[in-house]
């Protein structure tokens, strides 16, 4: 019998509430082939040293419903989970092996893919003028700005995404370094997304990361009555062989793009912002400045 054809035993195991954000993404392909697998090399094994489920959900501290939802390849097993399925089927390091491919599979696959091509950048040139940047978002900050997106996201959607965002900050424990350079809106360090408590913790984050030898950190004033960053937000990143690749709203319809004259635009324009925003120093004083305001 295949894992998809697997009955449960009548009586077996309790439905357990699903905890939001631990679901396979059923548009993700090779989401669900990952989680097929480990189900399926779960259960192998489990089935090897004739454990029973009801045995192995007691022994792993999940009900039984859970395992056959994991076992299926319907849900994306815990770290816990594969940490003490490791020990009790005694897989000689095959399930933490799969382990780091379980958390990728965790997070939406246009972050992942984004977060991929950050990894490898030598240096990221950003501004956004809408939210504060999402590498530099606090968890409470990023979770107040997606449970106001309207269409709503679901529950499991926000967790999702959130999760996504605290992965890439990976970005700032690099070795070596890579050069980041973040031009933010003065209004968006105002709006109290998420309420005075979330704001000042968010400025604080900011004036932390500012910190970073690496990292640069410019607010474009109130006053200025206008930018090069007003047809929308840009995003350049360089890798170490030379190439590139940008994206903003104002070319190419948003996609993508490598072509040198795009990329020229669009680090034309980035330039131009930063010339016009705070020195990293001015910024910093303030947003003390609104820090001592919350």
Request: charge should be negative.
């Given at each position: ?143 107040a700005l997606l449970s106001r997106r309207r269409p709503a996201y679901s529950l499991e959607e926000v967790e999702r995404f959130i999760a996504a965002r605290v ?52 607010v474009l004033p109130l006053e200025l009555e206008g930018h090069a960053g007003m047809d929308g937000g840009i995003e350049v990143l360089k890798f170490h062989d ?24 669009l680090e034309l324009r980035y330039g131009i912002i930063r010339t016009q925003a705070l020195t990293p120093r001015e910024s910093a004083v303030v947003i003390k ?6």
């Amino acid at each position: 019998m295949s894992i998809d054809e697997t009955v449960r035993p009548e009586g077996g195991g309790t439905e357990e509430p699903d905890e939001p954000g631990w679901e396979v993404d059923p548009d993700d392909d090779w989401a669900l082939a990952v989680i097929a697998t480990v189900g399926r090399q779960l259960r192998l094994r489990r089935e090897a040293i004739g454990m029973r489920v009801t045995d192995f959900a007691k022994a792993v501290g999940y009900g039984e419903d859970m395992v056959y939802k994991v076992e299926s390849g319907k849900r994306i097993p815990r770290p816990d989970y594969l940490d003490t399925s490791e020990k009790i089927l005694r897989a000689d390091g095959l399930v933490q092996a799969m382990k780091e491919d379980v958390k990728r599979v965790r997070y939406p696959k246009k972050v992942r893919d984004l977060a991929q091509m950050e990894s490898r950048a030598v240096e990221l040139q950003l501004y956004d003028p809408l939210h504060v940047h999402g590498l530099l978002q606090t968890p409470e900050y990023a979770r107040a700005l997606l449970s106001r997106r309207r269409p709503a996201y679901s529950l499991e959607e926000v967790e999702r995404f959130i999760a996504a965002r605290v992965a890439r900050k990976a970005i700032f424990e690099r070795d070596p370094a890579p050069e980041l350079s973040f031009v933010l809106e003065e209004w968006t360090l105002r709006r109290p997304v998420g309420g005075k408590e979330v704001r000042q913790a968010q400025l604080e984050h900011l004036l932390e990361l500012g910190e970073l030898p690496n990292v640069e950190l410019q607010v474009l004033p109130l006053e200025l009555e206008g930018h090069a960053g007003m047809d929308g937000g840009i995003e350049v990143l360089k890798f170490h062989d030379g190439s590139a690749i940008g994206r903003s709203p104002a070319v190419a319809n948003g996609r993508p793009v490598s072509d040198l004259r795009q990329l020229r635009i669009l680090e034309l324009r980035y330039g131009i912002i930063r010339t016009q925003a705070l020195t990293p120093r001015e910024s910093a004083v303030v947003i003390k400045k609104l820090l001592g305001e919350t």
